[in-house]
């Protein structure tokens, strides 16, 4: 496969190199606040789940940005950005980063502290697990780590305030938008046009944080705890919580799912660009390292630790 190859099929993968994104996730969360007007009144924002880091470039760049044209949203209550992934990411201006697990009430102490005890304005999360291909498998995994976000944003979220995650519109999503329902008071399942209309992905927009009166935040499973008083049948029939449908995006914006020549302004030759900035010690690296070296099919390959070794990314 050459350089190129991903530029050829991806136009986001190729505007997110040129405008410095280091995903082109970042254009998911641009359309989303498109639609939704996420930041405006957006002082404190947590970025969960965040490596390598293009959502928190675009709340770095929409929240600061306007901090340093002088528009503050509250008064003059000062920016802070906090960014949390299990992976170490790159540095990035007014983003502190949290290396840690946001399942962990540890995580969400540690946010709190950042804020100096204020609740976020706004919580984002774009998590998603290591993808098996086995739909279902995939689905649960998923869900589980949607609830594990909902679970640490009742920690750090002011009342009033908006969640966004990203949902896997599978044949259970409805009971998470049960559980969403109890917590916002509106709940909007978005898909941005940058997100392929080829994958299950979607975003729930969570607006007015309302979490039910004597609600104690905790991080416990409620797929998983017994004890939680949800009877599903009345998640059926008539009961079940239909939430509304959007798609975002303008119209004009680039189709994710089609295929544009790589020289959009005619008369100029495409440059190949490098990303802007790799995951700087991703999971996947031991593999490479083994592929790369010819050990994956040996019994003898030696295990090695991530910090061992730095494998760079193909080119
Ligand atoms: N939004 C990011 C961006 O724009 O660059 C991309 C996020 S990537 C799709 C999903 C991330 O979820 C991975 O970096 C992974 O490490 C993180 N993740 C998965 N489970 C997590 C957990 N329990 N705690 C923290 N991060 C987690």
Redesign the pocket.
């Known amino acids: 496969m050459g350089r190129s190859s991903k530029d050829k099929r991806d136009i986001y993968y190729r505007l997110a190199k040129e405008e410095g994104w ?2 082109r ?2 254009f998911k969360l641009l359309q989303l606040d498109h639609e939704f007007n996420l930041f405006s009144d957006v002082n404190r924002a947590v970025d ?8 928190s470039q675009v709340l770095s760049r929409k929240l600061r940005g306007r901090e340093e044209k002088g528009e503050k949203a509250n008064g003059s209550e000062e920016v802070k950005i906090v960014a ?4 170490a990411m790159a540095p990035l201006p007014g983003v502190t980063q949290i290396q840690g ?3 962990k009430v540890s995580t969400a102490q540690e946010i709190i502290h950042h804020f100096e005890g204020q609740p976020a304005d706004l919580v984002v999360c ?4 290591d993808v098996t291909g086995l739909h279902d498998v995939d689905e649960y995994i998923q869900a589980q ?1 949607l609830l ?1 976000a909902l679970n640490i944003t009742t920690h750090v979220l002011k009342p009033g305030g908006t969640f966004v995650a990203k949902i896997f519109r599978g044949k259970d999503v409805t009971l998470l938008y049960s559980q969403l329902k109890i917590f916002f008071s509106s709940v909007t399942c978005s898909k941005p046009r940058s997100s392929r209309n080829s994958s299950i992905e979607a975003f729930v927009v969570c607006e007015n944080y309302s979490p039910p009166e004597g609600y104690v935040p905790n991080m416990s499973n409620p797929l998983l705890d017994h004890s939680y008083d949800v009877d599903f049948n009345q998640l059926e029939g008539p009961n079940r919580v239909i939430v509304p449908f959007l798609a975002c995006g303008d119209l004009s914006a680039f189709d994710s799912d089609r295929t544009y020549p790589l020289q959009l302004d005619t008369g100029k030759e495409y440059q190949y660009i490098p990303p802007t900035q790799p995951p700087i010690r991703p999971p996947y690296e031991q593999a490479c390292h083994l592929r790369k070296h010819n050990l994956l099919s040996r019994e003898d390959a030696p295990s090695i630790s991530p910090t061992q070794s730095r494998v760079e990314p193909e080119p």
């Not at 949390?84 to 992976?87: A, E, I, K, N, T």
């Not at 774009?126 to 697990?129: L, T, V």
């Open positions: 280091r995903a996730s970042a969960l789940c965040a490596a390598p880091g293009s959502w949390v992934d299990l992976q697990d946001i399942t774009d998590g998603a697990p780590l594990a």
